[in-house]
């Protein structure tokens, strides 16, 4: 079972920058992604962006080109570099491993706090 501790999140102001990190352990499938969400209050869950075993990345389109994920060498821990944060960014920010067999599997870390604020 996979478990998913994020950090970093805090208060930053406008323009500033940010970078999360999701520490996971236990044992992964051998075809997975590792990513970010986010929600906002009163909003939906929403990709932020996400990492493919394979090495490929995805992104959610209000983040493209300032935000960046990346893996370390073991693939066990994702991080999320935030650039040029605006106030619309102010959300709890949630890692999620998921694979799909026969269905989609999903697991997530409780959530770190990102408020871009002046």
């Known amino acids: 079972q996979v478990q998913l501790v994020e950090s970093g999140g805090g208060l930053v102001q406008p323009g500033g920058s940010l970078r999360l990190s999701c520490a996971a352990s236990?044992?992964?499938?051998?075809?997975?992604?590792l990513g970010w969400y986010r929600q906002a209050p009163g909003k939906q869950r929403e990709l932020v962006a996400g990492?493919?075993?394979?090495?490929?990345?995805t992104y959610g389109g209000s983040v493209k080109g300032r935000f960046t994920i990346s893996r370390d060498n073991a693939g066990k821990t994702v991080y999320l570099q935030m650039n040029s944060l605006k106030p619309e960014d102010t959300a709890v920010y949630y890692c999620?491993?998921?694979?799909?067999?026969?269905?989609?599997?999903?697991?997530w870390g409780q959530g770190t706090q990102v408020t871009v604020s002046s």
């Open positions: 999620n491993y998921w694979y799909w067999d026969l269905k989609r599997h999903d697991t």
């Open positions: 236990g044992s992964f499938t051998g075809i997975y992604t």
């Open positions: 990492i493919h075993s394979a090495g490929s990345t």
